[in-house]
């Protein structure tokens, strides 16, 4: 079992600060991603852990041990990309083998291994196909069984399901957590895709220009996130107008809740209420519906009210079905919403 510690990383290329003070621990069997736009810092992270860069300030060890003094080859990572990076003149069964080659593994181990994995990656009808001859998601599962055949300390993911369509990203995503689970591989995964993070991580970590915002779990980073960019960021959010209450408390949409800071007196501030916390009430109210678009299940409400402003209502597509466009509503906070965060003045 693995516990990886990165603590006060700084890495700058140029005059661009890549990482400022960058900690993150990911505890053993975990598999933490790294979310957050392009050129936020999270792939520096990862090749740092994985021995291609070094930082100018800061320490990383796993179980205790320096690695930053550990060369690439003694670090004993696995790593996916984006692009496979598949040996074009080896087979499937070859690609996976070929770490345990290096290793010096005798053939009857090496065997036993990749057919292992080959059953658990699903590859049985491809392990004797060439790279040219599979789709790309049986690419990536070739690509994800060779990383982790050599039995690797850490398992590092970069953006390995960016190239996909979206089933098959969507298939692959709940492989890789099952595979990371069964074999209890301690895993950084990075990405720019927060349905990504939220459905496989155990932790996410939000990145913003080089700093780590926020590591929780996925419901946690979702119901609570600690500032603006976190909301923003992750899902849907309404900037709604408050104002201070009695008690510290907040008056949102005619409702008075709690916030994720005490109100002072008189004082106004934002307040991020997700599309879902938005109740509708059709044929009547200051709003008025904009746009309706069906998503299946849910449909997302566009609405402008004469108070609040623009808004984003998601509701259950069954009870959307009598929403008229420039049609009045009422519009309300859920009943069972009593904790808001509240983002600025």
Same mark, same amino acid.
């Given at each position: ?151 690797? @300390? ?9 190239? *996909?369509?979206?089933?098959? +990203?969507? $298939? &692959?995503? #709940? =492989? ?107 044929? @009547? ?9 069906? *998503?299946?299940?849910?449909? +997302?409400? $566009? &609405?402008? #009210? =004469? ?39």
């Amino acid at each position: 079992m693995t516990t990886v510690q990165m603590t006060g990383i700084r890495k700058v290329f140029g005059s661009t600060i890549a990482l400022d003070d960058f900690s993150l621990t990911i505890e053993s069997g975990q598999l933490v991603c790294l979310l957050g736009p392009s050129g936020c810092g999270k792939t520096t992270a990862l090749r740092i852990l994985a021995g291609f860069e070094q930082p100018e300030q800061g320490s990383v060890t796993v179980d205790g041990e320096n690695f930053l003094s550990q060369p690439v080859e003694k670090r004993r990572v696995g790593m996916v990309f984006q692009d496979y990076s598949l040996f074009p003149n080896m087979t499937a069964r070859e690609n996976i083998g070929f770490g345990l080659r290096i290793q010096r593994k005798s053939a009857v181990e090496r065997t036993a291994t990749v057919d292992r994995l080959i059953t658990l990656t699903d590859l049985q009808a491809h392990a004797d196909k060439y790279p040219h001859q599979m789709s790309g998601g049986q690419k990536q599962r070739v690509a994800l069984a060779r990383a982790v055949a050599t039995e690797p @300390r850490l398992l590092l993911l970069d953006e390995p399901l960016s190239a *996909l369509d979206a089933k098959v +990203r969507e $298939s &692959l995503r #709940d =492989e890789i957590r099952r595979l990371q689970r069964e074999l209890g591989i301690t895993t950084l995964f990075v990405t720019h895709d927060q349905h990504e993070a939220l459905a496989i991580a155990d932790q996410v970590g939000v990145m913003s220009q080089g700093r780590l915002e926020q590591l929780a779990p996925p419901a946690e980073l979702y119901r609570d996130p600690v500032n603006a960019f976190v909301a923003g960021f992750v899902g849907s959010m309404n900037r709604i107008p408050a104002r201070a209450t009695d008690s510290g408390r907040w008056s949102v949409m005619g409702r008075s809740v709690t916030g994720s800071r005490a109100s002072a007196g008189g004082e106004e501030a934002l307040v991020a209420i997700r599309p879902e916390d938005v109740t509708i009430d059709a044929g @009547r109210g200051s709003a008025t519906v904009q746009s309706v678009a069906f *998503l299946g299940p849910i449909t +997302r409400v $566009s &609405l402008h #009210d =004469e108070q609040l402003g623009k808004l984003v209502a998601d509701l259950i597509s069954a009870d959307a079905r009598d929403l008229v466009i420039n049609g009045p509503v009422e519009v309300g906070l859920r009943a069972d919403v009593s904790r808001v965060v509240v983002l600025s003045e």
